[in-house]
């Protein structure tokens, strides 16, 4: 049996073990990508090292795994009774109770911090159509260290797509991959403040804002849409002191960093909820170029 702590053998592994810091890479699929490089300069900073994102023999020596990678998981029946299919236009989705996640995959995606595909191939027995209850799963051990203190400053930097939150030092808490406004002039360069920090909010959706929605188009008034991992907004929202803007979360994680937003910054739901517990009304913001 493998000893532990230990320095991390794998992009895999670096993955894990820089979910567990806080640093996150991305929905986890053990491949060596910008986002994970991203992740593991964030880390080689806090540590002291030169940030080269190359897993390296130094940087592997300080970054440890305390516990094995993989566990085992099983969703319970309360697990899969939570699950809704997602109504497919804009008010379909105004009419749902929740808007829950769609699929067990789905599910223990967003649990593990995991790309569909990774799971799929981690479990190739698994059928994901008709998980029974009880299933064993292996997946990606993510367990997240508490922070001992709150963030005293955001920081986005637009060009290389991060959200970071630093300590009143100014050292690295957490790091996470973040999308950004499609248009240049919706993308509000320089200080902002946090006004408003909501766990699991509803959503006011405003034709005005989807042009290019042909059903936005033809309905004409605001529609509120329910709580949930799929709601556009995702499982977070922190507002902004300017209308309209706010960091949240998205129900595409593998989106995030790759796509853009009409004005948001938009992060994977795990990393929203990761902000939630740094963020205050109030907490700096700094958008860089």
């Known amino acids: 049996p493998r000893t532990y702590p230990r320095p991390v053998e794998s992009?895999?592994?670096?993955?894990?073990?820089?979910?567990?810091h806080g640093f996150s890479s991305g929905p986890i699929d053990g491949v060596a990508g910008a986002q994970s490089a991203a992740a593991l300069r964030a880390f080689q900073e806090s540590a002291g090292l030169k940030p080269t994102g190359r897993l390296d023999d130094s940087t592997q020596a300080a970054l440890l795994l305390d516990t094995p990678p993989l566990t085992q998981l099983a969703l319970t029946e309360e697990d899969l009774a939570t699950l809704l299919p997602l109504g497919k236009?804009?008010?379909?989705?105004?009419?749902?109770?929740?808007?829950?996640h769609e699929t067990p995959l789905e599910l223990v995606s967003e649990l593990t911090h995991s790309s569909a595909r990774y799971l799929q191939s981690l479990n190739p027995s698994v059928n994901w159509n008709t998980l029974a209850a009880g299933t064993p799963l292996s997946v990606p051990a993510i367990k997240l260290a508490p922070f001992t203190?709150?963030?005293?400053?955001?920081?986005?930097?637009?060009?290389?797509n991060v959200l970071q939150a630093r300590?009143?030092?100014?050292?690295?808490?957490?790091?996470?991959?973040?999308?950004i406004a499609k248009k240049v002039e919706k993308r509000p360069v320089g200080e902002l403040h946090v006004t408003v920090v909501i766990p699991d909010p509803n959503y006011t959706f405003d034709p005005e804002t989807f042009t290019e929605s042909a059903e936005a188009q033809t309905l004409g008034r605001k529609l509120i849409l329910a709580p949930g991992p799929n709601n556009p907004v995702g499982v977070a929202w922190?507002?902004?002191?300017?209308?309209?803007?706010g960091i949240h979360g998205t129900p595409?994680?593998?989106h995030v960093g790759r796509t853009e937003s009409h004005g948001c910054f938009r992060l994977a739901n795990w990393d929203a909820r990761t902000l939630l517990s740094l963020a205050w009304t109030g907490l700096p913001v700094t958008v860089l170029p």
């Open 89 to 100: 236009t804009w008010l379909e989705k105004s009419q749902q109770t929740a808007l829950a």
């Open 167 to 179: 300590d009143a030092d100014g050292k690295l808490l957490a790091h996470f991959p973040v999308s």
């Open 252 to 254: 595409t994680p593998e």
């Open 238 to 245: 922190i507002g902004l002191d300017r209308p309209g803007y």
């Open 149 to 160: 203190a709150k963030a005293a400053r955001l920081e986005v930097r637009l060009a290389d």
């Open 11 to 20: 992009w895999l592994e670096a993955q894990i073990a820089l979910a567990r």
